[in-house]
C-alpha cells in the first residue's frame, strides 16, 4: 500500500525537474496527478524554458507506473486558466488531497541592475501565484474534508542570499503566505508547510546564461560568498531528495504538522 | 524493503509511550533497536513512571517483528551507565545509526513556586540526558560513516508556557543542543533535528496531576478524558485534541530515514498548530 494511495495532488511546474520529481514520487506511491505547467519561455529567465513535450515526459513517466494524470498547460499568473485546469482536473479525478506549488523562477543579478519587470514578474509568479493556486484549491481540500499543501520556498526563503533580490523577496513572502494559510484552513483540517531547499540539481539550478557572471560578482563581494556553502558536506541536493520531504508532509504521516518550514537545505540556512 | 532497513536505533525511554512506539515504527521499517530507561520513579515526578515489565513489554513487541533488540535500564543522567548500555548494544548489534533522545519527565509549578529538586531533575533528564545521549552515540555513528540524531523537545521547546518553566528550559536547551550538534557533526555526515509535539496521547499527560493542571476548577472525580479533551484542544489549532505516539514516530522515522539524507538542523514541530496559534 502506497503512501499517498488514492488521493490526488495537484501539481504546478510539473514538467520537469522537482515538479516532475514530485508528480513520480506521489505516483509511485499511489497518488494520480494533475500536473500544469507553463511550457513557455519567461522573458529575462536566463535557463532554458521548459517545453510542452517536457510536460509530455511527465506524463508519460507518471502512467507508466499505472497512474492517472491530467495535464495542462497553465500559467500560475492567469486565474481564469489555473482555476480550469484545477476544476477540470478535479471533476475527472474525483477529489483533491494534495497541493504542491512548485512553480517558480530565478532570475540572478546585483541588487541594481535587477529591472522593475524583472521583479514584478518573480514576485507574480513565485508569490502570488501561490496565492491564486490556494485560493482556487482550497475548496476542493474542504469538500474531501481536508488535505495538505506544500509550498515550495527556498533557503532564501528563511535567509538572505546575495544576488537574487526578487527571488529571496518571493520566497520569504511565500512562508508568510503559508504561515497564514495554515492558521485558517486548520479548522478545515488543512495542513500547509512549506519546504525550504538548497541547491537543487535541475535546470533552474544551472543557468547557463550566466557564464562567468556569478563567480565575478562573488568576487566583487567576497563576504557573501560563505552564505552560498552547506554545512553537510554536499554541493548540490537531489530533486527526489526534495520529493521525500513533499511525500512526507503529504502523507498522513504527517497528519498534524502544519505551519512548518521545513529546510532541506544540507544546513545551509544553519550556517 | 523498509524504510531503515539493516540500521541500528538507540532509543532512550524505551518502555512506553513515545519512545516504545518509536521502537516499534523503526523495527517496522526493519530496524535493530537498542533501547534503554530508568524504569524507576523520581521523587519530583508526579506520575507513575515505566517499569522494567514495560520495557520487557517493547522487547516482546520489538521481537514479534523479527527484528533484534538490546534493553536496559539505565539512567540518562549516569553517563557511565549510559554510555555502557549504548557500548554493549553496538557490540551485539554490530554498528548504530540513529538516536532518537527521547528520555523526559513532566512536573509543574510555576517559576516561583519550583523546588530546587524540581528545577534540577527537569534540567538534568530533559537536557544533560540529552547531552550523555549524543555524546555516547558520536563516536559510533562517526565510525558507521554518518547517522542521524533525533532529540525530542516540545512546542514548549520553541515557545513559553506557563506552569512548566523548568520544562521549557530545558526543551528550548534542547534546540541549542541540536543546532550546534548539527554544526559540530556536519562534516561527518551526521544530521541531528529536533521534533517538537504538542500534547501526546500517554501516561505523561494523562494523569491526575496533568489534568489538575487543565482542569483544577472541576472536582477530581469529574475530571475524565472526555471532559479534559476539549481544553487539552483549545492549545491546538488542527481539531484535535492530542496527538498520537505513532505521529511522533513517524516524524522520527523519516528524519531517521535516508529520504530526509539532506535534512539538519531542523525544528520539526508535530503540533497541530500550536505555534501558529
Not at chain 1, 86 to 113: Q, R, Y
Not at chain 2, 188 to 215: C, G, K
Request: a negative charge.
Amino acid at each position: 500500500m502506497g503512501r499517498v494511495e488514492g488521493k490526488v495532488a495537484f501539481i504546478t511546474g510539473a514538467a520537469r525537474g522537482q515538479g516532475r520529481s514530485h508528480a513520480v514520487r506521489l505516483a509511485q506511491e499511489g497518488a494520480d496527478i494533475i500536473a500544469i505547467d507553463i511550457c513557455e519561455a519567461v522573458p529575462g529567465v536566463g535557463y532554458p524554458a521548459a517545453t510542452e513535450e517536457d510536460l509530455a515526459e511527465t506524463v508519460r513517466q507518471v502512467e507508466a507506473l499505472d497512474r492517472r494524470i491530467i495535464a495542462t498547460k497553465a500559467d500560475v499568473r492567469d486565474r481564469a486558466g489555473l482555476k480550469a485546469a484545477i476544476d477540470t482536473g478535479v471533476a475527472e479525478l474525483g477529489h483533491l488531497d494534495i497541493v504542491l506549488g512548485n512553480a517558480g523562477i530565478c532570475i540572478l543579478g546585483p541588487w541594481d541592475e535587477i529591472t522593475p519587470e524583472v521583479y514584478q514578474t518573480t514576485i507574480d509568479i513565485n508569490l502570488t501565484g501561490n496565492w491564486n493556486l490556494i485560493q482556487l484549491t482550497a475548496p476542493h481540500l474542504i469538500a474531501a474534508g481536508g488535505g495538505s499543501i506544500v509550498l515550495t520556498s527556498s533557503a532564501a526563503g528563511l535567509k538572505g542570499l546575495p544576488f537574487l533580490t526578487p527571488y529571496v523577496t518571493s520566497k520569504h513572502g511565500v512562508v508568510g503566505l503559508m504561515r497564514a494559510f495554515a492558521s485558517e484552513l486548520a479548522e478545515y483540517n488543512i495542513r500547509v508547510n512549506t519546504v525550504h531547499p538548497t541547491g537543487v540539481d535541475t535546470p533552474m539550478g544551472a543557468d547557463p546564461s550566466m557564464g562567468e557572471k556569478f563567480g565575478e560578482w562573488f568576487a566583487a563581494h567576497p563576504k557573501l560568498g560563505g552564505m552560498m556553502v552547506n554545512m553537510l558536506p554536499v554541493e548540490v541536493t537531489q530533486p527526489v531528495d526534495i520529493s521525500n520531504a513533499v511525500l512526507f508532509l503529504a502523507s498522513d504521516e504527517a497528519r498534524y504538522i502544519t505551519s512548518l518550514a521545513m529546510a532541506v537545505d544540507a544546513g545551509n540556512t544553519q550556517y | 524493503m523498509g524504510r531503515v532497513e539493516g540500521k541500528v536505533a538507540f532509543i532512550t525511554g524505551a518502555a512506553r509511550g513515545q519512545g516504545r512506539s518509536h521502537a516499534l515504527r523503526l523495527a517496522q521499517e526493519g530496524a535493530d533497536i537498542i533501547a534503554v530507561d530508568i524504569c524507576a520513579q523520581m521523587d519530583s515526578v508526579p506520575y507513575a513512571m515505566a517499569t522494567p515489565d514495560d520495557l520487557a513489554e517493547t522487547v516482546k513487541q520489538v521481537e514479534a517483528l523479527d527484528r533484534r533488540i538490546v534493553a536496559v535500564q539505565a539512567d540518562v543522567r549516569d553517563y557511565g551507565a549510559l554510555k555502557s548500555a549504548l557500548d554493549a548494544g553496538v557490540a551485539q548489534l554490530g554498528r548504530l545509526d540513529i538516536v532518537s533522545a527521547n528520555a523526559g519527565i513532566f512536573s509543574f509549578g510555576t517559576l516561583e513556586e519550583l523546588s530546587d529538586e524540581q528545577w534540577k531533575d527537569m534540567l538534568d533528564v530533559n537536557l544533560t540526558g540529552v547531552w550523555h545521549t549524543a555524546k555516547a552515540a558520536i563516536p559510533h555513528l562517526r565510525a558507521a560513516g554518518g547517522g542521524s540524531m533525533i532529540l525530542t523537545s516540545s512546542a514548549a521547546g520553541l515557545m513559553g508556557m506557563g506552569n512548566i518553566g523548568h520544562y521549557v528550559s530545558a526543551k528550548h536547551g534542547v534546540v541549542g543542543l541540536m543546532r550546534t550538534l548539527a554544526l559540530e557533526l556536519a562534516p561527518d555526515m551526521i544530521r541531528v533535528n529536533s521534533i517538537h509535539p504538542t500534547t501526546v496521547n500517554t501516561d505523561m499527560i494523562q494523569n491526575a496531576a496533568a489534568y489538575e493542571l487543565f482542569a483544577s476548577d472541576l472536582p477530581v472525580a469529574e475530571r475524565t478524558r472526555e471532559v479534559l479533551a476539549p481544553r487539552f484542544q483549545s492549545l491546538n489549532a488542527l481539531p484535535i485534541p492530542w496527538v498520537e505516539p505513532v505521529d511522533i514516530s513517524n516524524a522520527v522515522l523519516w528524519l531517521a530515514s535516508d529520504e530526509a539524507r539532506y535534512v539538519t538542523g531542523v525544528t520539526l514541530p508535530v503540533d497541530a498548530g500550536v505555534l501558529v496559534k
